[in-house]
């Protein structure tokens, strides 16, 4: 806009016109600070959705017009990464804006995850989670839907891991996850092979004590009956050790929250969608005159894909599709509710997934696990993209340019300072702070990301590191070990149900195997010596980097070790008394027809 004026006209000092000059010529100013101060945020983070499940990363079979519609109306990452490919350490990374080893929240072992409800690990009451930072700012702040960060430490109540020992004033959902354990209907997945081995020693005890029984009987065999009764009750003893934690694991991990107290145990799965969605969207609504966080962690789309019978059939892709779609029509709900409260202009939205697609996840000949597109590998692969390259889009109408596309390196932790700042915090100044504030690069004010190195752990083993050359653009990604897919070929470990970070289940590459994402982002052919000329230059860089990236970590306590992992009764949540554990008090709420 131009203003032209003269000093010879009577209006030009008029008491009315005055005062409009100057307002035209402030109005863009004001308006553009007033937006960036203290905003809401609604962060939603999908659970194993794959990168190639979304309409606006290429899928054109799954419909998510809801999703589209916030990249179309807002800024779409391409190249968005979690810090792990598991759900426990990812989450606690993008909570606390740090690798999730700084924190002791990825495994040295094969327990890579919170195994159990009344497990001792979870996420340290010293790490600052960005609700704490933001609850000091004023904001009210709910977590509704899954946790999987921990609940107690040493007794039933403690409560130390719990959301609301973390800076969320409202918690509702699940403190662990969805397993298909918690629909009867399905078979069961919890640790499933080694309850076979387990059920097969009780069998195999029970039948060396029933043939000692009975050739005492006959008088095959000499077996004092004092020796009978010991092996007797050695049996018993072994099958209820195991079977008073595998044998109710919908009793003990299958359980609904709201805030300390459990509202079900276990969980009606029928109406889990439905409770989750209300709670939301009345999050919102009793929130709206002041500011806010609403983390809503779907417990879409893992197995055992709940999804209500109104969105069963609708897709192409069987149960898996309709899981998307429904968790898709979610987000829709969510959007209208913010916009029906007039807050869509002061309100940043952020969705993600919090790691790729279970590729193994399969019953039959039914495929229940996510598809990555054109990436490599999948749930659980610390460097193959496919398990670590996830959606990312951000909408803020007025402030973030719409239908913007980004390609630059950026990560799940980085959310953490970004939401910090905005709200007028400060992040943690006595620790490693691994991400980045973000909203330079999504308005556009500078054209990199500010990450040079991510590096990518399975467990606490580093698989695979990138370098972003930021002077020409290039992403350079080294792998120094990948698992070996089984069947050979097959593009993931199809024997096993997840691929390992250690042992022999991995291959080590010496020189690492060398690829640049711009030029080959499927991973598809491995640069040498002999076709890269900078080759040793890149190899080199990164190993520098892995160097100084080392000299920053600290000796913290290991959250998942057997120990912290472990069922231990004395920390199960229980509502009623041990071990008489069953409730439902949402029976008689009439459930608004969302």
């Known amino acids: 806009m131009v203003l032209t004026f003269s000093s010879s006209s009577p209006q030009f000092g008029s008491p009315l016109v005055t005062p409009l000059i100057f307002g035209l010529l402030l109005q863009a100013p004001f308006t553009q600070a007033s937006t960036i101060t203290q905003p809401n945020f609604v962060l939603l983070l999908a659970d194993d959705l794959g990168i190639g499940d979304v309409g606006c990363y290429g899928n054109d079979t799954i419909r998510t017009p809801n999703i589209d519609r916030l990249a179309k109306e807002g800024v779409k990452l391409t190249q968005h990464i979690a810090a792990a490919p598991l759900c426990t350490p990812s989450r606690a990374a993008f909570l606390t804006g740090r690798y999730p080893l700084r924190s002791g929240m990825d495994a040295v072992n094969d327990y890579r995850v919170i195994f159990w409800n009344a497990g001792s690990g979870g996420l340290p009451a010293n790490e600052t989670t960005f609700a704490k930072i933001l609850q000091h700012q ?243 692969m610390g460097g193959w993209e496919g398990g670590i390259r996830v959606p990312g889009i951000f909408r803020w109408p007025g402030v973030l340019p719409a239908g913007t596309v980004i390609a630059e390196p950026t990560s799940l932790m980085d959310i953490y300072p970004t939401v910090v700042h905005l709200a007028g915090g400060e992040v943690p100044q006595d620790r490693v702070i691994d991400g980045r504030d973000l909203l330079p690069l999504l308005r556009g004010a500078v054209a990199r990301s500010e990450h040079e190195f991510l590096f990518h752990y399975c467990g606490v083993h580093l698989h695979a590191v990138r370098w972003h050359q930021k002077d020409t653009g290039a992403v350079w990604k080294a792998h120094f070990m990948t698992p070996i897919f089984s069947p050979p070929g097959a593009g993931a470990c199809y024997d096993r149900g997840f691929c390992p970070c250690f042992g022999e289940g991995v291959t080590h590459h010496e020189p690492p195997l060398l690829f640049e994402l711009s030029q080959d982002p499927s991973e598809a052919t491995p640069l040498s010596a002999a076709t890269e000329p900078l080759f040793d230059t890149v190899i080199r860089k990164i190993g520098r980097a892995i160097e100084e990236h080392r000299r920053t970590l600290t000796p913290v306590p290991e959250q998942l070790s057997v120990s912290n992992v472990v069922w231990k009764p004395w920390l199960q949540p229980c509502c009623g008394t041990f071990p008489f554990c069953w409730c439902d008090k949402e029976g008689d709420n009439k459930l608004v027809d969302l």
């Open 138 to 380: 004023g904001y009210s702040t709910g977590l509704i839907g899954k946790w999987h960060q921990g609940v107690n430490c040493e007794s039933r109540n403690d409560h130390c891991h719990h959301p609301l020992k973390h800076g969320f004033d409202y918690f509702y959902g699940m403190p662990f996850t969805l397993i298909s354990d918690c629909q009867p209907t399905e078979t069961p997945e919890m640790d499933r092979a080694f309850r076979r081995k387990l059920w097969l020693s009780t069998q195999m005890i029970g039948l060396i004590t029933l043939t000692a029984v009975l050739g005492r009987l006959t008088g095959l065999i000499s077996v004092h009956w004092k020796t009978l009764t010991c092996l007797a009750g050695f049996s018993l003893l072994f099958f209820i050790s195991w079977f008073s934690s595998y044998g109710f694991v919908r009793y003990w991990n299958c359980i609904m929250m709201r805030n300390h107290g459990i509202t079900e145990q276990p969980m009606v799965t029928d109406r889990t969608t439905s409770l989750i969605l209300r709670e939301s969207i009345s999050f919102i609504e009793r929130n709206k005159d002041k500011p806010f966080l609403l983390f809503l962690s779907f417990l879409h789309s893992h197995t055992p894909l709940l999804t209500t019978e109104k969105f069963l059939g609708r897709s192409r892709h069987g149960l898996y599709g309709d899981n998307v779609e429904e968790m898709d029509w979610m987000v829709g709900q969510v959007l209208d509710a913010i916009d029906k409260e007039g807050l869509k202009e002061t309100t940043l939205v952020y969705f993600a997934s919090d790691h790729g697609g279970w590729l193994e996840r399969q019953e039959g000949e039914r495929q229940l696990g996510g598809w990555n597109g054109i990436y490599k590998g999948g749930k659980s």
